[in-house]
């Protein structure tokens, strides 16, 4: 099977709006694994494409955003090969050795695939056109342009804001730097030392929050030289060796935890519920959710601890549990950021009081994710305040009304988050636009149907 069998963008866009509705469903029951983690299937990709040889990858998340880094890679110069589902083999180019694409590179709904590929180009001497879909034109790039800038590279042209399309020059001999990112970001620093992989010498990104570290990981899996030391209380300082030769390794790719989440909320909401996800990524980088839910009441019991493909992954046995508010600190976002939708959902069921606290990079994400929550949580009957860059829910206690209609902004967390609230609501919930879950779970509905879980 080859790309072409997947929806284009033209596809997924120019059909309609795809309404969905979620109803009160009963208990939850039986067993699913969730697709492969998104980060980490992006990235697989990536590292095939500057390997030279053969890169099999196992579990791949076949949804649109990486098929549109699959696509990107394919546009600079690698072979990339569906062999069979979650079955990939990518023939790489090498560092130093791409092609430049001829066509701009379309990268969806991802900001991901276009950040991470960014910095594949800025450490290259290539030119490429960097665009997506309405949603990442409103993104900000200049927070991935700024380190590439200083690294040699140029923005020859971008739309205003420093937002896409951007036309990106790449560096002939890209500068080793040191490089602080201004927030906590995995996507910032992956850039930077993507970068710095055809540098003639030590790039180094400081970060005083850890982020997600599956690009830190790979790159040593794939035989580079990279050092992490802590930095301050929570920060790392990641250090890598400048053109290495990266040998293709083999790659299994686990349960994406972002994905778990929905069904995790959703079976702890739904009295009754029982249900087993197999084989989740429970990297601490990544397992704020988890930590934040069992805070809270939840009834989650973690199973069968592994390491599979050098991450720690997990079976999470989930049943239904009263849920009581909590304080979210600001300092766990990072291992929990694209969770607060579907956790906002969780606070919503719970008795008393939720605060999360420090949700800026909330507003820069799919779509503004602070204001499309309050206002779906709005829409269920659930209030919500905003005050600077926290959102505070008031609980319901297990008995939220629903009956709403959510506006999804080609924004596929909030509109599973909103189906799963409509699964344990009293009144059916609807969201405007079903299509985007393709971007990270296309499997969702399927998979929550055959827990049980009662669509219209
Ligand atoms: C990601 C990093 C996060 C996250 C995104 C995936 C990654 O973004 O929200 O869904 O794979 O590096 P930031 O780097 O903006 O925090």
């Not at 390794?249 to 069904?263: E, G, I, K, M, Y």
């Not at 930590?291 to 009441?297: I, K, N, S």
């Not at 291992?335 to 579907?342: A, G, Q, R, V």
């Not at 606290?357 to 919500?384: N, P």
Request: include cysteine; charge should be negative; proline fraction near 6%.
């Amino acid at each position: 099977m080859s790309l072409s069998h997947f929806p284009s963008e033209a596809a997924l866009l120019e059909a309609a709006p795809n309404r969905l509705a979620a109803q009160a469903s009963g208990p939850l029951r039986g067993r699913l694994k969730p697709p492969g983690d998104k980060s980490i299937s992006h990235r697989a990709l990536i590292l095939g494409l500057l390997s030279v040889g053969e890169t099999l990858i196992d579990g791949l998340l076949e949804g649109d955003d990486v098929l549109r880094t699959a696509a990107a890679c394919r546009a600079l110069g690698a072979e990339v090969v569906r062999l069979g589902e979650g079955r990939w083999r990518v023939s790489g180019c090498g560092i130093g050795s791409l092609l430049a694409p001829r066509e701009p590179l379309d990268f969806g709904n991802s900001g991901t695939g276009a950040r991470l590929m960014m910095g594949v180009v800025g450490g290259h001497a290539i030119t490429a056109c960097f665009d997506g879909d309405a949603s990442l034109r409103k993104r900000p790039m200049r927070r991935i342009l700024d380190p590439l800038v200083q690294m040699g590279a140029e923005v020859l042209s971008e739309a205003e804001g420093g937002r896409c399309p951007i036309l990106l020059k790449g560096a002939s001999e890209p500068v080793p730097i040191l490089y602080e990112t201004p927030v906590a970001s995995a996507q910032i620093k992956s850039a930077v030392l993507l970068a710095g992989l055809n540098s003639p010498g030590r790039t180094t990104v400081v970060e005083t929050e850890a982020s997600r570290d599956h690009t830190e990981k790979m790159l040593a899996h794939f035989g580079a030289t990279i050092s992490v030391e802590p930095f301050g209380t929570h920060g790392r300082k990641i250090s890598l060796e400048g053109r290495p030769e990266l040998r293709p390794a083999p790659l299994s790719v686990p349960a994406d935890p972002s994905s778990a989440a929905f069904p995790m909320v959703a079976a702890t909401i739904a009295p009754g519920s029982d249900i087993v996800i197999e084989g989740v990524m429970t990297n601490p980088l990544r397992a704020g959710l988890l930590a934040t839910l069992l805070e809270m009441g939840a009834d989650i019991e973690i199973l069968d601890r592994r390491i599979e493909g050098g991450e720690e992954v997990a079976d999470l046995r989930v049943r239904a549990a009263a849920l009581k508010g909590v304080d979210v600190p600001a300092a766990r976002a990072p291992s929990m950021i694209d969770e607060y939708p579907i956790l906002a959902v969780a606070a919503a069921f719970a008795s008393g009081l939720t605060r999360l606290r420090g949700l800026h990079e909330l507003r820069v994400k799919e779509s503004d994710r602070l204001a499309a929550v309050a206002a779906g949580l709005r829409e269920a009957g659930v209030a919500t305040q905003i005050i600077g860059d926290d959102l505070i829910v008031e609980g319901r206690g297990g008995e939220v009304e629903g009956g709403g209609s959510v506006e999804t902004h080609l924004d596929h967390r909030i509109a599973m988050s909103f189906l799963c609230l409509g699964l344990a609501s009293r009144q059916p919930m609807a969201i405007d636009d079903s299509r985007m879950i393709a971007t990270s779970f296309p499997t969702f509905k399927a998979d929550m149907e055959r827990l049980g879980a009662r669509f219209a």
